[in-house]
C-alpha cells in the first residue's frame, strides 16, 4: 500500500539569527521519517518559512517539537518585521502531497492543535480545511491586529481559542494551526520605494480587492457594509511592503490556488497593473518551494507568448520561467533546492541517466551485467525520440515558416515525451533486473521460504518483462512523429529524421529480445502468449514504418 504523505510549512517569527532558526530546525531533523526540504529565512519580515514532508505521524511529532523549541527560543514582545504576525510560531499548515485526503490532513491538524494546547499550554487557533467555522477560517482575519492585538482578542469570548488557554501569553503569543491546500508564496518587485503605490497594485490585483470610495468616502451597501471593488485575480491574497534590506517595495503574495491563478499569470497580470500606474516590475521571488508544475508552465506561457516552440527539456523551461519572471534578482534561484520534486527524488533510481556519455558507455562495458540491451534499447529509444524533437524545433524556428510555429511546437512537445520517458526507462530497466537478481538471492531453506522465494521472483520478472514491453510502445509511438518529420519537416534536417526512425526500430528490436528472454522464465503463460503476440505486431509494424520513412528521406536527399 502506498505510504500517506503530508508537507508542513511552519513559519517562525525569526529571521535574523541563525542559531535559533539551526536549533529549530535540528528538533524537525531528529525525528524519523521526516525530511527536511527548506529553510528560507528572511531578514527584513524576520521571519523563516521551513518546509518538511513524510508520513502523517512523524511529521506531527516534529512539527509538536518545533512549536515547542520556537516558544523556548523567541520572545515576541522584542519582535518586529514587516511581515503580519501574532506568535513565535505564527502558523503552521498541513498540506496533503500523497495518498491522504483533505479530511484526513485536516484530524491530523487538530490532533496538532489538541496537544499543543494542553501539553505546552498555548493559545491555537485553526484556519482553512481545519476551521468549520467559516467566519474565522481566513488566516487574515484571524491575524488581524498582529501580536500587538492579542491581548483583548484572546479574551474576547467571540475570538476564544479552539485549544489551548484563553489567555495572553506576552513571551510566545499564540499559533495558527490548519489544512489548505498547496500555497505558493511569491513577491514581486517593483522599482518604488512607496509602500503605498506598491499596495494600490496589491489592491488591483487580489481577489478581496478594495473598499469602494467616493469623493473620498466610503460606499456601504444597504445593510451599511462596506462596498468592495474586487480584484483581478482569483485565489490570491497580497499586500504591499517596504523591504529595507533590498531598497525595494514588494507585493506579497500568497497564491492559494495555483491550477485557478497560476505564477506566471498572477506575475503578467503585476506588470500590467504596476505599468498602468507608472511603476515597473523588475523581478520576483518565491518563498520556500514550489511545485514543478508551476515553473514549467510558465516556461511554456513565456515561450508560447513569443511564438516559439514550447517542445523544450524540462530545465529549459525552468531556465526561462526564471529569467523572465526575474526568480534571481535579488538571490540565485536553484530549481534542485526549490522544486519539491527535485527534492523528494530518490537520485538513486537515476543513475544511469545522471552519467555523462563517457561514464555511460564505460559502465555498459564493464563486467557488471547491467545496464544491459534492454537500458541501450531504452536509449536509443529516446535519442530517436530527440532526433524527431531536434527537427520539429528547427522547423518552429525556420525563417519564411512563421505561420507554422505552432504546428511544429506541438510536435516538439509530444517528442519532449517521448524523449523523457524513454530515459526514465534506462535506469527502470536496470532496476527491473537487479530486482531478478535480488530475489533469486533469497532464502530457500524452509518450504515457506522457497514459496516466498518463487513468489518474488515470478513478480520480479513480470516486471522485467513490462519494462521493455513499455518501451516498445513508446518507440513506436515516436515514430509517427519521426515518419511527420521526415516528410514535412525542415528539409535541412530531414537526415536527422532518418537516424531517428533507425534508432526507433532498433529500441523496438532490442527491446523485444529482453521482453522475450525473460518471458521464458514466467509461469503465466496466457500472459506470455499474448505479449509475444502483441510484441511481434509492433516489431513488424516498426519495420515497415522505417522502410517507409527512409524512403521518404531518401527521395528528399536525391531531390536536393
Not at 124 to 136: C, G
Request: with cysteine; glycine share 8%.
Amino acid at each position: 500500500m502506498s505510504q500517506a504523505l503530508i508537507e508542513c510549512v511552519p513559519n517562525f517569527s525569526e529571521g535574523r539569527d541563525m542559531q535559533i532558526i539551526r536549533q529549530i530546525t535540528d528538533e524537525i531533523e531528529a525525528v524519523e521519517g521526516v525530511r527536511l526540504l527548506n529553510v528560507d529565512p528572511g531578514k527584513a519580515t524576520n521571519r523563516t518559512v521551513v518546509t518538511f514532508v513524510g508520513p502523517p505521524e512523524p511529521v506531527i511529532e516534529a512539527a509538536f517539537r518545533a512549536i515547542r523549541k520556537a516558544g523556548e527560543l523567541i520572545d515576541m514582545s522584542k519582535h518586529s518585521g514587516e511581515h503580519p504576525r501574532m506568535g513565535a510560531t505564527d502558523v503552521c499548515p498541513l498540506i496533503p502531497i500523497a495518498h491522504i485526503s483533505m479530511e484526513e490532513t485536516a484530524a491530523y491538524a487538530h490532533a496538532l492543535a489538541k496537544r499543543v494546547g494542553s501539553e505546552l499550554n498555548l493559545p491555537v487557533y485553526m484556519y482553512e480545511s481545519a476551521q468549520p467555522n467559516k467566519d474565522r477560517s481566513n488566516l487574515s482575519v484571524i491575524r488581524a491586529g498582529e501580536y500587538e492585538g492579542l491581548p483583548k482578542k484572546v479574551t474576547d469570548p467571540s475570538w476564544k481559542p479552539d485549544y489551548g488557554p484563553a489567555a495572553f501569553d506576552a513571551k510566545r503569543g499564540a499559533t495558527v494551526i490548519g489544512a489548505r491546500d498547496f500555497l505558493v508564496a511569491y513577491n514581486v518587485n517593483l522599482n518604488t520605494t512607496s509602500t503605498r503605490r506598491a499596495n494600490a497594485i496589491a489592491f488591483d490585483v487580489r481577489e478581496a480587492g478594495r473598499v469602494k470610495r467616493e469623493n473620498g468616502k466610503l460606499v456601504t451597501d444597504a445593510d451599511g457594509k462596506a462596498v468592495t471593488i474586487p480584484g483581478s485575480l482569483k485565489s490570491v491574497k497580497a499586500i504591499g511592503w517596504f523591504i529595507e534590506e533590498y531598497g525595494i517595495a514588494q507585493i506579497s503574495m500568497n497564491l492559494t490556488n495555483i491550477n485557478v491563478t497560476p505564477l506566471h499569470i498572477a506575475f503578467d497580470e503585476t506588470c500590467r497593473k504596476a505599468e498602468a500606474r507608472g511603476i515597473r516590475v523588475t523581478g520576483s521571488e518565491l518563498v520556500g518551494l514550489v511545485p514543478l508544475k508551476c515553473l514549467t508552465d510558465a516556461g511554456r506561457y513565456f515561450l508560447h507568448k513569443q511564438q516559439r516552440s514550447t517542445g523544450v527539456s524540462e530545465d529549459e523551461l525552468i531556465r526561462i520561467a526564471v529569467k523572465t519572471m526575474g526568480l534571481d534578482e535579488l538571490a540565485p534561484f536553484n530549481p534542485e533546492e526549490r522544486v519539491i520534486e527535485y527534492l523528494l527524488k530518490d537520485r538513486g533510481k537515476q543513475k544511469l541517466i545522471g552519467m555523462n556519455l563517457s561514464q555511460f558507455a564505460y559502465e555498459t562495458a564493464s563486467e557488471s551485467p547491467a545496464p544491459g540491451g534492454g537500458s541501450i534499447s531504452a536509449y536509443m529509444g529516446s535519442l530517436g525520440a530527440a532526433l524527431a524533437t531536434m527537427v520539429a524545433n528547427l522547423s518552429s524556428h525556420k525563417k519564411g515558416w512563421d505561420e507554422r510555429w505552432k504546428e511544429f511546437s506541438d510536435w516538439a512537445d509530444t517528442g519532449q515525451f517521448y524523449t523523457t520517458e524513454l530515459l526514465q526507462l534506462v535506469d527502470a530497466d536496470t532496476e527491473a533486473f537487479n530486482g531478478i537478481m535480488a530475489a533469486f538471492a533469497l532464502p530457500k531453506s524452509s518450504e515457506e521460504e522457497k514459496q516466498a522465494r518463487k513468489a518474488a521472483i515470478q513478480l520480479a520478472t513480470k516486471k522485467a518483462i513490462d519494462i521493455p514491453f513499455r518501451v516498445m510502445e513508446l518507440a513506436h509511438g515516436s515514430m509517427q512523429l519521426i515518419r511527420a518529420m521526415a516528410e514535412t519537416g525542415n528539409p535541412n534536417s530531414v537526415s536527422d529524421a532518418g537516424v531517428g526512425a533507425l534508432c526507433a526500430r532498433a529500441a523496438i528490436m532490442g527491446a523485444f529480445l529482453n521482453v522475450k528472454i525473460n518471458a521464458s522464465g514466467y509461469d503465466d503463460k496466457e500472459y506470455v502468449s499474448e505479449i509475444l503476440r502483441k510484441g511481434t505486431a509492433i516489431e513488424a509494424e516498426a519495420m515497415l514504418m522505417e522502410q517507409q520513412i527512409l524512403e521518404s528521406v531518401n527521395k528528399t536527399i536525391s531531390a536536393s
